[in-house]
């Protein structure tokens, strides 16, 4: 159980376009969901808190008009990565926790995406 | 601050046994988890301590004891595939996880 279901694997585009990155609780349902970024050998890094029928919570420097969250159903997050850029190459990770406030986060198997 | 602090790497034998250790400050305690991750894959839950004392599963025990504010990943028989990076992340008052910067581990034969 708990599985977290993360789409594309890997995405490669060219600086200027928008991509979007899904995040699915595929046995579960999650009011709140997770998006994470990890450059090489670096620890995660938090950079919001998707909360299912309102706006995201983004933690500090993180621009929320460059990184569209989407939390349209229990089951669905949605990161869009508007106009990239190659500094946002990176490991883009979500994960969701299901049942009460202490159950251990389960992530998605990440997208890396790489912005030539 | 809330800080979490683990070593950065650690190597081990292959069949021996290691523990990674954990300490933290945070504004309130919900909760400590340790995951852990291969390179380039994302990270994968191992273990939950809420309580003081240890927890054991299979090969893996977690210890913890939250007036020291101390956490210990122990790990048992090790294998090759147990290379990894552990991460040892706190759940504060507000159910937020603070994530430590992981430690590398690296098994040798």
């Known amino acids: 159980g708990a599985v977290v279901s993360q789409h594309p694997s890997w995405v490669i585009c060219k600086s200027g376009t928008s991509v979007k990155i899904e995040c699915r609780s595929l046995d579960f349902q999650a009011t709140t969901m997770f998006w994470y970024r990890q450059f090489p050998k670096q620890s995660l890094m938090l950079m919001a808190t998707?909360?299912?029928?309102?706006?995201?919570?983004?933690e500090q420097g993180v621009e929320k008009d460059k990184f569209l969250i989407n939390h349209a159903s229990l089951t669905l997050s949605t990161l869009t990565v508007t106009s990239a850029h190659p500094e946002d190459s990176s490991f883009y990770i979500c994960?969701?926790?299901?049942?009460?406030?202490?159950?251990?986060?389960?992530f998605g198997d990440g997208t890396r995406l790489s912005i030539l | 601050g809330q800080n979490i602090d683990q070593p950065t790497e650690m190597t081990a034998t292959e069949g021996a046994i290691v523990q990674i250790n954990c300490t933290y400050q945070t504004s309130g305690f919900n909760g400590l988890f340790w995951y852990q991750q291969h390179a380039g894959e994302a990270p994968t839950f191992l273990s939950y301590?809420?309580l003081d004392g240890l927890e054991e599963k299979g090969r893996f025990s977690s210890f913890l004891s939250r007036s020291k504010g101390y956490s210990y990943l122990l790990l048992k028989e090790l294998q090759m595939k147990d290379s990894a990076s552990y991460l040892c992340a706190v759940m504060d008052s507000n159910y937020q996880l603070i994530w430590g910067a992981g430690t590398k581990l690296i098994i040798k034969p």
């Open positions: 998707s909360n299912e029928g309102s706006k995201a919570t983004y």
């Open positions: 301590n809420v």
């Open positions: 994960s969701a926790s299901p049942g009460g406030e202490s159950q251990p986060q389960h």
